[in-house]
């Protein structure tokens, strides 16, 4: 039996399009807008101004706060502005424009395709190169690196477990980057072993990506340090607590961090960009963007430089169908619905999903008939139904005893729910009722 | 900026299962049950579960129009309730009395507390408590005519003396010896009883329907007949073929896969539902073998019922890494 969580979980249909079709390099845009706040955490501090000249690699804005990251130019051009424009959540947000001129990159970025250089740092400057480079999380949570990587006094990483998983419908990205580049995801966790000091990784990948398993475990059949956890295909057995327990039956404490029981996750994305950083010395310009869904023409896999508009991509996929109903940067279960195609790429945009109006379904909510789905299937073994009527009903404290802060928005309530109630909305508003009221 | 598409908070796609499927699911799984019992007792049956069904459907109807509940009448639960109430019933009363009882199960027992989903007891099985209390002539004891011989089927017509012109729980409680034939007899339904609950074999099928589509899960039908079992078989008599008897008999199948499991009026919890069909069991055994009425499903699970919140309170699953914590 394949390695997997518990209590909980669904598996929708998995709709993975793109699984076969391989990495398409997108051309460099006209023009790109790189947000200030792609990551989780303070934003940082602006560098430029308009009309400023920057190459591909440049810093344009430096980390300012506890948690913070530096931003570095996917382009060369000139800087167009430096303003508040919405972006993928929806809010405005600062962001800088630049109209790409040529692809001109920083003097000290080797360029040479040639593989990997040995790893002679330290591990603190290991840490701090991770640092500069402003590398954040690339499965979607955009936590960035370097603050998973600087273990607090004490404590001591003894895992280290690489998000392969990919449990999200439709997204395929981790799928294509493990089948085409599967050396970089190991050198890049040969670079974080070193930095975190652990004897023992584990790849975790979904069995519903058997070449991807295959692959890898051939290119780490002579590593006795890094091996290949075979996961069911279950939602969502890439959420963090719910992976580490997969494979190391260890349980991340309520209210917890991984590292609080000696576990670092990367994903497989973060961990192949963090190769690069330390092969080119470039930090991290583009991505893989799976650009999926009925709605769409042409779905594909595309490698993208960051700050490239969501219109763009699309558009490189033959363009949208007529019947297009939701837009989505991410997966269909946790992404962020877009009024339009006018957000860019960042770090964590794993995905631009365009349902048509079959796939997303408008549902009117009935009542709640206690049939006990929400609570069979969360993962973290709350009641939902319980903590969104409570939600529902103002009462946050009686929700904060259920668990609402617990709940990891994964959306397995709401998916579930045969009377098509907004459960995990419910819950959401609750905790971040709960949340304002802790500051 | 011009919004172009539809924006709203993740999830983005919905499981394809509705609550007007898993109630059109129950409403199938009464099915064979129905037919067998239609085909025991005649077109007097069929009167009465087209009449009891009807009437729900009609009074959730003029409810939710009345006062423009939101609540849709193609949740099919009125017909399974109607349903259902017309199959916990002989086959001999007048019309009136399912049609009475279904008003009173939608009406006071469903919708004056909230509708779908809010009813503190099953409202069928209340609307036949109301039934019993009001009118006991029609509903018990005489009430019950024998089943008609199925024509195929050999059945030996020893068996049909044992449980002629009274249910076989009244056999069971007059002390009758129990014979492996009238077992069989109860296993297909050749017997007298309510139009729903003769056949064992026709409620063991919807019941495993229902566990295969998965609307209810093992843990209550199992939990409870295993309890009657147990329980008869150590208070009356130690003997198998009564136990079995017991649990063939009476509505018991009907009641622990259609009536005990409904979803709210048993608690929602895993543990909660192991204690509930427990409880049921245990007070099906003690009102059959100790109590005045030969019967003891209906109210058993209604006692039930109503204690389902406070079980449901005290078995709250474990929040994931809530342990860990505190160690």
């Known amino acids: 039996m394949f390695k997997t969580f518990r209590p909980g979980g669904i598996h929708p249909s998995e709709n993975k399009l793109t699984a076969g079709s391989k990495i398409r390099g997108l051309p460099i845009p006209g023009q790109v807008s790189i947000p200030m706040n792609q990551h989780i955490g303070a934003s940082p501090k602006i560098l430029v101004e308009k009309g400023d000249m920057v190459k591909v690699g440049q810093l344009i804005a430096q980390e300012e706060g506890f948690i913070s990251a530096n931003i570095h130019s996917s382009v060369s051009g000139k800087v167009l502005k430096v303003d508040a424009v919405v972006d993928m959540s929806g809010y405005k947000r600062k962001a800088i424009t630049i109209k790409v001129e040529g692809d001109e990159w920083l003097e000290e970025i080797d360029t040479s395709t040639e593989l990997v250089k040995e790893i002679s740092l330290e591990r603190h400057e290991i840490v701090r190169k991770i640092n500069e480079s402003g590398i954040v999380g690339m499965g979607g949570a955009t936590f960035p690196s370097h603050v998973k990587l600087m273990l607090p006094r004490g404590k001591k990483a003894e895992y280290l477990i690489v998000n392969g998983a990919e449990c999200e419908p439709y997204i395929t990205c981790d799928h294509r980057l493990m089948l085409e580049d599967p050396e970089s995801i190991i050198e890049g966790i040969k670079v974080v072993m070193k930095a975190l000091g652990v004897k023992k990784t584990i790849i975790g990948i979904e069995d519903n990506k058997p070449d991807a398993i295959k692959i890898l475990k051939k290119l780490l059949s002579k590593q006795k340090k890094i091996s290949v956890g075979t996961l069911k295909s279950k939602y969502p057995q890439g959420a963090e607590k719910q992976l580490i327990y997969a494979l190391t039956s260890r349980v991340v404490p309520s209210g917890g961090l991984p590292m609080d029981i000696g576990v670092v996750v990367l994903n497989v994305g973060t961990i192949s960009s963090i190769a690069n950083i330390f092969k080119t010395g470039l930090p991290v310009t583009e991505r893989i963007v799976t650009v999926t869904g009925n709605g769409v023409n042409n779905p594909n896999n595309l490698l993208v430089r960051l700050g490239t508009s969501f219109e763009d991509c699309v558009n490189a996929c033959d363009g949208l169908k007529d019947n297009v109903e939701k837009i989505i940067s991410g997966g269909p279960m946790m992404g962020v619905a877009q009024s339009n195609l006018q957000a860019t790429i960042n770090e964590g945009t794993t995905a631009i999903l365009v349902l048509d109006k079959k796939e997303a379904k408008v549902v009117h909510p009935e009542n709640c008939i206690r049939c006990g789905s929400c609570i069979y299937a969360c993962p973290i073994g709350l009641m939902p139904l319980s903590i969104a009527a409570t939600a529902d009903k103002g009462d946050f404290d009686l929700a904060e005893k259920l668990g609402a802060k617990d709940c990891i928005e994964c959306g397995i309530c709401t998916y579930i729910c045969p009377s098509r109630r907004s459960l995990v909305q419910s819950i959401r508003l609750a905790k971040s009722i709960l949340n304002k009221r802790r500051i | ?327």
């Open chain 2, 1 to 327: 900026m011009e919004g172009k598409f539809r924006v709203s908070s993740s999830p983005h796609i919905i499981a394809p299962r509705s609550t007007s499927q898993i109630m059109r699911d129950v409403f199938i799984a009464l099915l064979p049950s129905a037919i067998i019992g239609v085909f025991m007792f005649g077109t007097q049956a069929f009167y009465v579960l087209l009449a009891a069904t009807f009437s729900a459907i009609f009074t959730e109807y003029a409810i939710v129009k009345m006062f423009k509940r939101s609540g849709k009448v193609s949740d099919v639960s009125a017909a399974v309730t109607g349903l259902l109430l017309g199959m916990n019933l002989p086959s001999t009363v007048p019309l009136w009395i399912p049609i009475l009882g279904s008003m009173f199960a939608i009406i006071i027992v469903k919708q004056a507390f909230g509708g779908l989903g809010h009813n503190f007891m099953n409202p069928a099985l209340a609307g036949r408590a109301f039934l019993v209390a009001c009118w006991p002539a029609r509903l018990l004891g005489s009430a019950f005519v024998e089943a008609r011989e199925l024509g195929s089927i050999a059945v030996s017509s020893t068996t049909i003396d044992a449980t002629s012109y009274a249910t076989p729980l009244v056999s069971l409680k007059a002390g009758t010896i129990i014979l492996p034939d009238s077992l069989l007899s109860l296993f297909i339904g050749n017997v007298g009883g309510c139009i729903g609950d003769v056949s064992s074999v026709a409620l063991l099928i919807g019941g495993l329907y229902l566990i295969f589509k998965k609307v209810i899960t093992w843990r209550i039908p199992t939990i409870y007949i295993l309890t009657v079992f147990v329980g008869t078989f150590f208070l009356d008599g130690f003997s198998i073929l009564t136990s079995t008897a017991h649990v063939l008999a009476g509505g018991l199948l009907l009641g622990a896969f259609f009536m005990a499991t409904d979803y709210t009026t048993s608690p929602i919890t895993k543990k909660g539902q192991l204690i509930f069909a427990f409880g049921c069991g245990l007070l099906t055994v003690i009102i059959r073998l100790y109590g005045g009425y030969p019967e003891g499903v209906s109210y058993a699970i209604l006692l039930m019922n109503i204690v389902a919140p406070l079980v449901e309170r005290y078995t709250r699953p474990k929040i994931f890494g809530e342990v860990a914590l505190n160690a």
